[in-house]
């Protein structure tokens, strides 16, 4: 596996652009605008690269499973 490191600070940086605070860091809280915007953003990414994306959506899974959430796009 070669990573480009350039071309992934790059995405990085754009990624870092959705939820970023004007006083310092990033706020992507789950199922807020910016979460949202970040997904949309990473999902567009990897259509482009060729890859099949799926997403469970939140509460739809069996009822003996619980829903987790964090804080990473995964």
Excluded: Y
């Excluded at 310092?24 to 990473?42: C, H, K, N, Q, Y």
């Amino acid at each position: 596996l070669h990573i480009n490191p350039q071309r992934l600070q790059q995405m990085l940086t754009e990624l870092a652009e959705h939820g970023k605070d004007p006083e310092a860091g990033i706020s992507r809280v789950g199922f807020s605008e910016a979460d949202r915007i970040a997904r949309e953003w990473l999902i567009a990414k990897m259509k482009e690269a060729g890859l099949e994306v799926g997403q469970e959506l939140p509460g739809l899974g069996r009822r003996d499973e619980p829903l987790v959430t964090d804080s990473k796009i995964a």
